[in-house]
T-cell receptor
Framework: AQKVTQAQTEISVVEKEDVTLDCVYETRDTTYYLFWYKQPPSGELVFLIRRNSFDEQNEISGRYSWNFQKSTSSFNFTITASQVVDSAVYFCALTPNQAGTALIFGKGTTLSVSS | ETGVTQSPTHLIKTRGQQVTLRCSSQSGHNTVSWYQQALGQGPQFIFQYYREEENGRGNFPPRFSGLQFPNYSSELNVNALELDDSALYLC????????????FGPGTRLTVL
């Protein structure tokens, strides 16, 4: 069975704080892809990053960074110096490397950044 | 390049009715997936169409059906609506590969009374 767990339901921080969103996944596949999406109040899911299972290199994009650790089946997301515009629901997702398969989402973490 | 659009934005139906939701995929994307997102939950996969044929389905009953058209548009049809069908319905389009990199529309909020 494939599963994505985001244990943090809600996180509240003050602007400029760093925040890490946790994601733990389960899969028996050797090849798979992991994703992070952002869902602002408008509802549209915004793609942030895709990582395949063979690439454990951490990635940094501006204030965003991702830590992929296959040994612990985790794919955590850190926002440095958070801003009010970062307030949204963040979803971690998993998909196997097969045609016709879908994204398996976690339940999401609601991040609230106050000024 | 236009993004993914969905219509209508909001919809209210009563139990037992039928509903059709529409999606216009990004140009050139031959795969469309539909998801149901209940309040406070992550999106759940309904089904996927590739070149006008269903090629993957989640754990949803047959009263959820779909169509994909050659002009990159698609439909989600739900018959015999139930109260639990109230949710945000998201459409996502993608190319054949890489797998899973999907571009989402803004969704249709369906309320069943």
């Amino acid at each position: 069975a494939q599963k994505v767990t985001q244990a943090q339901t809600e996180i509240s921080v003050v602007e400029k704080e760093d925040v890490t969103l946790d994601c733990v996944y389960e899969t028996r596949d050797t090849t798979y892809y992991l994703f992070w999406y952002k869902q602002p109040p408008s509802g549209e899911l915004v793609f942030l990053i895709r990582r395949n299972s063979f690439d454990e290199q951490n990635e940094i994009s501006g204030r965003y960074s991702w830590n992929f650790q296959k040994s612990t089946s985790s794919f955590n997301f850190t926002i440095t110096a958070s801003q009010v515009v970062d307030s949204a629901v963040y979803f971690c997702a998993l998909t196997p490397n097969q045609a016709g398969t879908a994204l398996i989402f976690g339940k999401g973490t609601t991040l609230s950044v106050s000024s | 390049e236009t993004g993914v659009t969905q219509s209508p934005t909001h919809l209210i139906k009563t139990r037992g009715q039928q509903v059709t939701l529409r999606c216009s995929s990004q140009s050139g994307h031959n795969t469309v997936s539909w998801y149901q997102q209940a309040l406070g939950q992550g999106p759940q996969f309904i089904f996927q169409y590739y070149r006008e044929e269903e090629n993957g389905r989640g754990n949803f009953p047959p009263r959820f059906s779909g169509l994909q058209f050659p002009n990159y548009s698609s439909e989600l049809n739900v018959n015999a609506l139930e109260l639990d069908d109230s949710a945000l319905y998201l459409c996502a389009s993608s190319l054949d590969s890489p797998p899973g990199e999907q571009f989402f529309g803004p969704g249709t909020r369906l309320t069943v009374l």
